[in-house]
């Protein structure tokens, strides 16, 4: 045998499925993380929005009300 057939394979990637850029997968977790977040504070937001109505239709209604 000579040196050359005992020498490893490396014309081929012995890890096929990892990605071309090992901080690829931390990027995406981050751009679904900002996703999330927009959704949810977008839900929030209208939330704190509708209540907020409520409460100065409260305050309006308190502060129209004769003392009884």
């Known amino acids: 045998m ?6 490893p394979d490396r014309t081929h990637d012995p890890h096929p499925a990892r990605p071309a850029d090992p901080w690829q997968h931390l ?5 679904r993380t900002r ?18 109505a409520r409460l ?10 004769p003392d009884g």
Do not use: F, N
């Not at 000579?2 to 020498?7: N, P």
């Not at 100065?56 to 009300?65: G, I, K, Q, S, V």
């Open 56 to 65: 100065d239709t409260l305050r309006h209604t308190l502060a129209h009300t």
């Open 2 to 7: 000579t040196a050359i057939d005992d020498a």
């Open 35 to 52: 996703q999330t977040l927009r959704r949810d504070l977008a839900a929030v937001t209208a939330s704190y929005d509708a209540h907020l």
């Open 27 to 31: 990027l995406d977790g981050v751009d």
